[in-house]
C-alpha cells in the first residue's frame, strides 16, 4: 500500500509537539499529586500567587483612576490600602515559601532551573515594589527617592534609572515591571508543573 | 498519589487573602503622608531655606557638589565663586580601581544655583526694578566678589530671626544678598517656588529631580524623617511613616549600613550594593555551590516539612509481626 504523503513542514505542528511532549495537559492541571504533597509547606505558594492576583487587581484599580486619585478620595485609598497589605502579604508568603523550598533542596532533581528562576521573581518583586513606593507622591516617596539615588547612582546605574523622576519610575511600576514579574511567575509555574513537585529529602541518601 | 484540587486550592487561597487583606485594609488603612513642598518648608524653616539656596550659589550643597549623574565634581562651586574642585567634597564613590559612578557620566545635569536661586529670582524680578537690579549685580560680580558676599550672608544666619513674616539678618559685607534671599523666601512662602521648581519649558513634566534635589539639600527634610524614624541609623529602610510596616525584606541590605566598616566608610553605598550583588549571586546559585546546598541536609527542617511521609515511611518498613 503507497504510504500517505508527508505533510508540508510546519513550525506550529512543531511547536505543538514539543507543547504536547514537554507540558501535557494532564502535567500542567494534574488531578493528583503524591501524597507527601499534603505538607504546610506547599501552601505559601499558592497564598503568595494569590496575594499577587490582588495586588494586580486593586493595582490595575489605582492605575485606572490616575496617580493622584488615592489621595483625594476614601474610596481611592481604601483601594491603595487594599494594595498595600496584599503587597505586605505577598512578600510575607513569598519569603516563607522560599525559606520552606530552600530547607526541602527542591532544587534536587534537574530542578535548579526552578530555583533560579524563582530568585529572580524574588528580586524582580523587590525592584518593582521600590518603584511603587517612589509612585506614591507623598512624603515616604520623597524621602525614598532622595536616599536611595545614592546606592543606585555609586553603581553608575543612576544615569539611567533616576528615582527622582516620577514618570519613569510609574511606568516601570505600572506596566513594565508587573508584566515582568507575571511572566516569570507564569514560567516558574511552568517549570513545576513540568518537573512535578520534588521527592522528599532521603536521609539515607548522599 | 492522592486526590489533590488544585484549581479549587487556588480559589481557596483567593478567597482567604482577600478576605485577610479587607480585613486588614479596613482596620488599618494605609500611610499616606502628605508630600512636603517649599511652601512648607519656608514656612516651618524659613532660615533653613535660605542657609541652603545661599550655599546652592556658592555651590557647596550636597546636590551641588555631587558629581555624576548630576554634575562634574566641583564644578558648581568652581563657576559659582571660584573655589577650586578639591576644596567641595563630592558624592563620587569608588572602590579602589572601581568607579561605576565615574564611568556612567554625567546624563542628568543639573544647575541648582540657576534652577533653585537665580532663574526664579529673574522670572519674580518682572515689574520689580530693585530686585532685578540685584540680581544682575550679583551674576555680573567676579567670582571672588561672589564667594564674600555669601561667606558673609551665611554667617548672620545663624542670628537670622523672623519678624512678622520677614527675615531679618544683620547687616554685613554681603552686598545685594539680603534682598535676594528675602525675595526667594517671600516666593517660597506663597507657593510660588514650587511651580518655578518644576519648570522646565515644557507644558506637561513629570521630572521631579531638581525639586527633590533642592529639598534633599536642606536640613528641614531629614529633621521630618528623623521624626518618623526613617534615617539610615534608625533602620530607616525597613521602615514607614507611621506605625505601618515598611519594606521589612530590606533588612539584610540595610543592616550593613549599622555595622562596621560599612557604617563609617564614605564608600558605604557601594560596599552595601557589592556585597548584596554578591550574597544574590549566592542565593541564585545555590543548587551548585557545596556546602550551601548541603545545609538543608544538616539542618533537619525537611523532617518537619514531610513529617507524615517520613511517619508513614517508618511505619512501611516496620517488620510485621509474624501469623501465630
Redesign the interface.
Known sequence: MPEPPRPPRSWTRALRGIVQRELPLDHLLPDQEPAYVASWVYVFGVVAIAALVWVIASGVILAFFGPQWWHVSPQGHFVNSIHFWSVQLFFVFMVLHLWGQYFGATWRDGRAPTWMVGVVVFLVSIITAFTGYLSQQNFASQWIAINAKDGINSTGAGAFFNVLNFGQMYGLHVMLLPILVTTLVAVHLVQVRRRGVVRPIDPGRS | ???????R??AL??A???V???V???A?????????TVQSWAQHAPVDLVSTATSELQGTTLSSA?G??YTAPGEEAADAVGITPEEVPD?V?TLGPLA??L??????PIHPAWSDVLHPLVLASVGNPALRQAVVAYRRAPAATRRRWLVAFQAQLGSARMVRGQLVVRPAQDGPLPLMMETLLTVARSGGLDALLTQSGHFYQ????GP??F??DGGY?PA??QS?H?L?DQW??MN??GR??G????WLYTMWYQIPPYSTAG?A??L??LTMGLL?TL??????LPGL?DI??W????RL??????R?EAARRRPRPGPG
Request: charge should be negative; glycine fraction near 4%; charged fraction near 10%.
Open positions: 498519589m492522592a486526590p489533590y484540587d488544585l484549581v486550592e487556588l487561597a483567593l482567604a487573602v482577600l485577610l487583606v479587607l486588614l485594609a479596613a488599618l488603612s494605609s500611610p499616606d503622608v502628605p508630600a512636603v555631587y555624576p549623574p558624592s564613590q561605576p559612578q564611568w556612567a557620566g554625567i546624563h542628568l513629570t521630572d521631579y529631580t527633590l534635589l529639598l534633599g527634610l521630618l524623617a518618623q526613617l539610615g530607616g529602610m514607614e511613616t505601618y510596616p519594606q521589612a525584606w530590606l564608600n553605598d557601594l552595601v550594593v544574590t542565593l541564585l546559585l545555590v543548587p551548585f546546598r538543608p541536609r539542618v533537619p527542617i525537611y516539612i514531610w513529617r507524615e511521609h517520613y508513614d
